[in-house]
């Protein structure tokens, strides 16, 4: 039986331009790494907007074990009902009750043993919603009791607040990667107590834009200070993820690389 449980985490994907380079692409990686189980962050994939069933379906057939989202997962009232029904697709988990859904999940992979993946939301510049620290302490308690091999999805605005949070959680989870920014950072390395870490694991999605939004109209947005209509950018798309190795055993983990697809 082996010791080692590889794991792959796809950063935000955007829109269908994200959604297509993940279907040509994910099966690659899968391969290449040994994968045993897959997470993907799929809050952006509707429009840029929110998550389908359909869509979290696709998923599920590329092999997606879990679903992670964050706060655009509200911009599309039908995920409310996808929540509801699917445990495998989790909302941050500090946000109040009333809304439903879940925020942390104990995956069971058989012969493998379990995986516990929480997500988490940050607030600096973001909704004054619930503790992530005080957050995570429950809920790690909770998943412990069932494995040590836990994967926080901290979706967050500050790399303060991210590099708060992994010194925070840094001896008590497998990995913990920063999604929300869509800008990949090259700071992907293991903590002092077995932790892997990145600040963000950057966007699936069409570079040739700004943060997956055409570029002319972000830029009409930042000059004229006025609302104008969301559209998805198409061009330059990108593949990012994260490749963490982790031992069954203690929990701790023992490699990590980040991944783009076509590098810059």
């Known amino acids: 039986m082996s010791t080692t449980l590889n794991i792959l985490f796809v950063g935000d994907i955007v829109g269908t331009p994200g959604l297509e380079i993940t279907t040509k692409l994910l099966k690659g990686f899968q391969d290449k790494y040994h994968i045993d189980f897959t997470i993907a962050n799929g809050e952006n994939i509707f429009e840029g907007k929110g998550l389908s069933e359909e869509q979290a379906k696709q998923l599920y057939d590329l092999g997606v074990h879990v679903i992670t989202t964050g ?5 599309r009232w039908q995920a409310r ?3 509801a029904k699917d445990r495998n697709v989790l909302r941050p988990l500090n946000y109040p009750r009333e809304n439903g859904g879940n925020g942390y999940v104990v995956y069971d992979l058989n012969e493998k043993g379990k995986v516990g993946v929480l997500h988490l939301q940050g607030r600096t510049y973001m909704q004054p919603i619930d503790c992530p620290f005080k957050t995570a302490d429950w809920a790690i308690n909770k998943i412990h009791e069932e494995t040590k091999v836990i994967f926080v999805d901290f979706h967050a605005e500050a790399t303060a607040e991210k590099m708060a949070m992994a ?3 840094d001896g008590r989870v497998s990995a913990m990667i920063g999604t929300h920014t869509h800008i990949p950072t090259a700071d992907a390395h293991i903590f002092p107590n ?3 870490y990145q600040t963000d694991s950057g966007m699936t999605g069409p570079y ?3 943060i997956g939004l055409k570029k002319e109209i972000a830029l009409r947005r930042f000059i004229h200070q006025t609302p104008y209509k969301f559209e998805m950018a198409s061009h330059d798309v990108r593949f990012c993820a994260v490749y ?3 031992d069954i055993e203690s929990g701790k983990a023992l490699q990590i690389e980040r991944i783009i697809f076509p590098e810059y």
Do not use: C, F, T
Not at 71 to 75: P, T
């Open 244 to 246: 963490v190795q982790v």
């Open 194 to 196: 077995g932790m892997a």
């Open 208 to 210: 040739d834009s700004v």
């Open 71 to 75: 706060n655009h997962l509200w911009d």
């Open 167 to 169: 010194w925070y959680l």
């Open 81 to 83: 009902q996808l929540i």
